[in-house]
């Protein structure tokens, strides 16, 4: 990947083989348990599992900004040993790259939503967005919740949808790959 070049703001996601990334794959693969009732049930199951699990944002060449347990940078180097995605947004300038990083690098140390996840689960169990919404804890955020705030707080960028805690990466990669004109897919690796 050393001829890879990367730009502040693009997003990738990777994914892991954990049982915890399995679990929340799972999870993303319908928008509710009663889709997947309905598939068993009609026989018409579509297996649409996520590709990824993990989002984050770039800062530099060099370096990563994205939530674990808390908010920290790393190296972009930890991507590569994954399977991956980059997607770049054409019309960054330098004025919105230098705003998500300045808004990213405030969110610094900030914690992980595990309430962000009880929500989401809840969500997905009854099919009422709304609890996802409504555990939603300012400045405890989960991965893909935090990298499409920045893109909210600096651009005001959605993903298409109403309410940035609807959004998982799956929904993202998604977006990003029916809207090539105005996102780029610079690199992927997915075995």
Known sequence: MENLKLHTGDIFFTDTFSVASKIVKFLMTAPTVWHHIFWKFTGKIKKERPRFYHAGMILDEKQTIEQQDKVIIKSVDKIYKKNFVIWRK????????????????EDLGEGYGILECIGKTISWITGIKYFARWFDMKDNDICVIRVADWYKRALGYTFGVKNINDLNTKIIDIYCKNHPEEWDCIAIRYT
Not at 90 to 105: G, M, Q, S
């Open 90 to 105: 054409f019309d960054l300038t330098e004025y919105d790259k230098d705003l998500l990083v300045k808004i990213a690098l």
